[in-house]
């Protein structure tokens, strides 16, 4: 996945016919969703030049999360394909009455829906890879961007570096190859990539594993 594609999505300001409805096709689906949360938030600030917050960023973006992670085990393919899609998909969905889709978008993808309080997996590997590999989905994304966050960034890097030491323990004690702990780790991320909100996650992850 590559930075510019979410800069592209964000930017969409277009305006065109929309297309009733949330598509039938998944990939298509969650991409139109990652492209009304794009206008949504753009509408909330009040301008199309306005800097999103990193909420809002992970809001678009976890969609593809979702998308990836609906098999169970994490799809990176599919949720490249989602974020593809995105700019693919502005013109059509960005139209007069493009806010219909919110409350749809909302009931086909809960867990994008705002949370009380996160609660991370209790089991140590789950609850570790899906922390790491979140952060690095969430920060690969947003690199190019850093400097609107650079505190959030931060303490995700930090948590990044703290956890390969204690995922790589985890990993050494359950005696996984490396076959069994990329697909430990694959599960592991399709479970915290529903848990809620993105952001929200990633910083009780902080709370748990940060330095």
């Keep these: 996945m590559r930075a510019a594609w979410i800069m592209l999505v964000l930017a969409l300001a277009a305006c065109g016919k929309k297309e009733a409805g949330l598509p039938d096709d998944p990939i298509r689906r969650a991409a139109t969703c990652g492209v009304v949360a794009a206008a949504d938030a753009r509408r909330s600030l009040g301008s199309v030049d306005a ?3 990193i909420e809002q960023q992970g809001h678009i973006l976890h969609y593809a999360l979702i998308e990836g992670a609906a098999g169970g085990s994490f799809d990176r393919t599919r949720s490249a394909a989602v974020v593809n899609a995105m700019p693919q998909l502005g013109d059509k969905v960005t139209g007069d009455d493009w ?17 009380e309080r996160v609660t991370l997996p209790s089991d140590a590997l789950t609850a570790q890879a899906g922390c790491h590999d979140l952060s690095d989905f969430i920060t690969t994304a947003l690199r190019s961007q850093e400097n609107n ?6 303490a995700y890097d930090a948590m990044e570096r703290t956890l390969d030491n204690k995922m790589g323990a985890t990993l050494k004690a359950r005696g996984l190859n ?15 990539a529903t848990l809620g909100p993105p952001i929200a996650v990633l910083d009780q992850c902080v709370k748990k594993f940060g330095s």
């Design 178 to 192: 490396q076959a069994r702990a990329n697909e430990a780790r694959a599960k592991a991320l399709a479970k915290v």
């Design 99 to 115: 806010q219909s889709l919110i409350g749809e978008c909302a009931n086909a993808y809960p867990a994008t829906k705002p949370v």
């Design 149 to 154: 966050f650079i505190d959030r960034i931060r």
């Design 51 to 53: 800097k999103l917050t």
